[in-house]
């Protein structure tokens, strides 16, 4: 009876060994996926930061440019009291309080490709009021 359950431990840890070594290979491989997600989830977030200042700091500086010509424009033309010069400071003006209202501080707001496409309408009406035909607020200049 010794020599048969020395037979089986003998089995048992050839078996086990065995094991062993299919089991590694499966805990290398969780284990490296678990590494590697880690890994990938700091870059893409370390990437998602920089692409996120980048493109933020495009949109404020356009929309700077808008509101400093919209405000240059406005001083210009409050000295006159026509009619025509009427229709251009009221665009002027609508132009100014949407940039006013725009969520600078929201990156998650819902409409903010949608009002930043209604700022650009409306600076393009307001920019075509004031006879300008090329101006790249990318620039800055006429």
Request: proline share 2%.
């Amino acid at each position: 009876m010794h020599r048969a359950a020395c037979a089986m431990a003998a089995a048992d840890s050839k078996t086990d060994l065995f094991d062993g070594i299919l089991m590694a290979e499966e805990r290398f491989h969780g284990e490296g996926y678990q590494d590697g997600y880690a890994e990938g989830n700091r870059i893409g977030v370390t990437e998602g930061r920089i692409y996120g200042s980048l493109h933020g700091a495009r949109i404020g500086s356009e929309i700077g440019c808008y509101l400093g010509f919209a405000l240059t424009w406005q001083c210009l033309l409050h000295k006159c009291t026509n009619e025509k010069h009427s229709k251009k400071l009221k665009a002027l003006e609508s132009l100014i309080g949407m940039i006013q209202k725009f969520p600078y501080e929201d990156p998650t707001y819902d409409k903010l490709q949608e009002d930043l496409e209604k700022i650009r309408g409306k600076f393009k009406q307001a920019k075509t009021g004031t006879n300008i035909q090329h101006w790249n607020p990318a620039i800055g200049i006429a």
